[in-house]
């Protein structure tokens, strides 16, 4: 990216530092307050807050990264800032990107496993650090194909930009692809899942509790803990909404773009 940003006009690439900085401070300023928040004893105590202390922790770190990035800007000719532009950068942004969404799962499955199963809400701290453990080393060694299929190479123009080395990688590209789509398809239906589990425990219970009959009263009740609940809708959303260009770049104009061009069949 930053090779093909450096190709543009003068004022473009002041536009792009500024938007990049103005980007990274105010992510930076918002995971700092909010861990701020997430530290509090009431917070921090419980599962879920662990998984959501170690999101912001992680969030930081890539809003600092970013600002390697503008870095890079400046002294792109080095092969140093070139290798990690290329190579590393998005490797580190895309693994932080998707440990934000499977640690939304975890706190998904921790409050189902307390409204379905009993568990209590002060669980295990322990169990949570395992998990986000866990999530960290899987992610970040699937994501391992996102470095094997770029390349660094030369244009017409003697300019070096970094681009997607398919030919040479295309059993690399197909895990990539394939995980990619994993790691997005795979979350969504979790908290769908978890989503309907949860409200239908809800439902049963406030049924009982209340003595409505079934017939009478479950649309009712389903339709009042659907807005108390609708927090829930939060965290699908957000990864639809903030995946979505990536996934219209990666998987529908990317492929396509190849097949164009006879890269790939």
């Not at 900085?21 to 530290?39: K, P, S």
């Not at 199963?117 to 322990?126: A, E, H, Q, W, Y």
């Not at 169990?127 to 030369?154: D, G, M, T």
């Amino acid at each position: 990216m930053t090779s093909a940003i450096l190709q543009d006009t003068l004022y473009a690439k002041i536009g792009y530092v500024i938007a990049f900085a103005a980007l990274a401070t105010i992510g930076l300023v918002n995971n700092i307050l909010a861990l701020i928040t997430f530290m509090r004893e009431p917070i921090r105590i419980t599962a879920c807050g662990t998984y959501l202390i170690i999101y912001c922790s992680f969030n930081i770190v890539l809003m600092l990264l970013i600002y390697t990035d503008i870095i890079s800007f400046f002294d792109y000719n080095k092969d140093t800032y070139r290798q990690w532009d290329c190579f590393y950068l998005p490797y580190f942004c895309l693994t932080f990107d998707y440990i934000y969404i499977w640690m939304s799962v975890a706190i998904i499955i921790e409050k189902l496993l307390m409204q379905c199963l009993n568990f209590p809400m002060f669980g295990s701290r322990l169990r949570a650090v395992i998990i986000s453990f866990l999530i960290i080393i899987v992610i970040a060694l699937s994501n391992i194909p996102e470095i094997k299929v770029r390349n660094l190479s030369q244009t017409l123009t003697n300019q070096t930009v970094c681009s997607y080395n398919v030919l040479n990688s295309h059993a690399w590209y197909r895990a990539q692809y394939i995980l990619s789509y994993s790691h997005i398809i795979i979350p969504c239906v979790a908290h769908v899942i978890a989503m309907i589990s949860i409200l239908t425990t809800i439902v049963r219970r406030k049924i009982y509790i209340r003595g409505y009959t079934r017939s009478v009263k479950l649309y009712r009740v389903w339709l009042e803990q659907l807005y108390i609940n609708r927090d829930f809708f939060i965290s699908p959303l957000a990864i639809i909404i903030f995946i979505l260009p990536h996934a219209i770049i990666h998987f529908i104009l990317l492929p396509q773009c190849m097949k164009d061009n006879g890269v790939v069949q």
